[in-house]
């Protein structure tokens, strides 16, 4: 990364850390480096204000659980996710969700090897397409992890050998919530019989 402070005048640092004199630099590549500049620099104020904005969302909710909960005399625990709040006259609406970031934990071994010893026990009466499942559930991807939606997929064959039932707990035991994201998407709709449209906050859905 540039350090554009550190750059003295009359001179512009290429991407090596070289400095070039700016006399020695084509007018179109000084453009260039200025438009992406004032680009970037626009784009980071945005970021800032997004923040803002979601900062002042989720407190704003977390608010008026905390209000509607005291209501009804609960006590209000962790955060809560998946909900929709509307205005009153149903035109706008805000989606609340919380998304959960999950890996597998040592316990995945063990249910690997218990489905081994069933796929050789059935051998003779297993078809490669339960085998090729398994083994696609097993495969790693380009980037040396496990494809989540497979494996747990497995969890749909419902067989009645012990030792695959063990492994379908092993499986739902070796889940780890690593961390959680909370996403707020707002939506309106222009008549009651028309369809919600989100209200994009994202450049590419301008």
């Not at 540039?2 to 084509?26: C, F, R, W």
């Not at 480096?33 to 997004?50: F, G, K, N, P």
């Amino acid at each position: 990364m540039s350090d554009t402070a550190a750059v003295p005048a009359g001179y512009m640092q290429n991407g090596e850390g070289h400095l070039v004199p700016i006399d020695q630099i084509k007018a179109h590549h000084i453009l260039e480096d200025q438009l992406v500049r004032e680009v970037v620099a626009l784009a980071e104020e945005e970021v800032e204000s997004l923040r803002k904005l979601k900062a002042v969302i989720a407190d704003s909710v977390e608010a008026l659980i905390a209000l509607i909960a005291e209501r009804y005399g609960v006590v209000k625990g962790g955060k809560k996710g998946n909900i929709t709040l509307s205005s009153f006259d149903g035109s706008l609406q805000l989606q609340v969700a919380i998304g959960e970031f999950t890996d597998f934990g040592p316990e995945l071994h063990a249910a690997k090897a218990l489905i081994d010893e069933c796929l050789t026990a059935w051998s003779a009466g297993a078809g490669n397409e339960l085998k090729t499942i398994v083994t696609d559930a097993f495969r790693v991807n380009k980037e040396g992890r496990l494809d989540k939606n497979r494996i747990l997929g497995l969890r749909r064959h419902d067989f009645d050998d012990e030792r695959w039932k063990r492994a379908m707990d092993a499986i739902s035991d070796s889940i780890r919530v690593q961390r959680s994201k909370e996403y707020f998407r707002l939506y309106r709709r222009a008549s009651p019989d028309a369809d919600f449209v989100q209200i994009p906050l994202n450049i590419a859905r301008v």
